[in-house]
């Protein structure tokens, strides 16, 4: 098992995405992940202006000289941090969609669950009216969230959290349905303005699709959410 250690993303030594503040935490010439900032789209839309995760792997590819392509295989909403996957070939991209990949999140969430340890298993479907906002329903999709408490504080709880299905915003929700949202969560939890609710994508595994090998990467919680927990306690 190749296994790269929880690193920092202010302060690792990892080579910095050309423009921008997002880093590379690992590459091979059939892959790369990059830990991404707050605030910034993996994908492009028709209203940016160039400044998605996917516009700043172009750059890097040609500042690099790189001739692959770029295929995103794991994607994350535009103000949660963290690991994400690209393929450099489709090939690659096609046989890390046939896996499992086990992916696991820290958050802080409003109030402290009653279980230190516990499963969510409730049905997501879009909330009607919005296209958006998404909400526990029967009517929705299967989804199923593991969680473990790491630390409590005065009015807050740091968690991990393990994905058993990949449902839009299944975090999110989840939380706001056991009656503990995101910290700073102004779409699930109170509304109001905010920077970015406190979710942050910290650890990828999966078997390399061409060496077969276990790839094992992990991120540290970012510094704004270090804040939130610093500024409670």
Not at 8 to 14: F, L, P, R, V
Not at 20 to 28: G, I, Q, S, V
Not at 136 to 143: P, Q
């Amino acid at each position: 098992m190749v296994r790269l250690g929880l690193l920092n993303a202010e302060t690792n030594d990892s080579v910095e995405l050309l423009e921008n503040p997002a880093l590379l935490f690992y590459e091979d010439e059939h892959l790369l992940i990059i830990d991404k900032p707050a605030g910034v789209l993996v994908h492009p839309t028709v209203k940016e202006d160039g400044s998605t995760i996917y516009n700043y792997v172009e750059r890097y590819y040609k500042a690099k000289n790189i001739a692959s392509t770029i295929h995103p295989v794991s994607r994350l909403d535009r103000n949660t941090s963290g690991l994400i996957i690209f393929a450099k070939t489709p090939e690659v991209q096609h046989l890390l969609s046939k896996q499992k990949i086990t992916k696991e999140y820290l958050a802080i969430v409003q109030g402290t669950p009653n279980k230190n340890h516990d499963f969510i298993n409730a049905p997501i479907a879009r909330k009607p009216g919005s296209i958006v906002e998404r909400c526990v329903d029967s009517s929705g999709k299967e989804a199923l969230t593991e969680y473990e408490i790491l630390s409590t504080f005065p009015t807050c709880t740091l968690v991990k959290v393990k994905l058993h299905t990949g449902r839009t915003h299944q975090i999110r929700v989840h939380f706001a349905y056991l009656g503990h949202p995101l910290y700073d969560d102004n779409l699930y939890g109170t509304p109001g303005p905010q920077s970015r609710h406190a979710l942050h994508a910290y650890k990828l595994k999966f078997i390399h699709p061409i060496t077969n090998k276990e790839l094992e990467i992990t991120s540290a919680l970012p510094r704004d959410l270090q804040k939130i927990i610093l500024d409670v306690n």
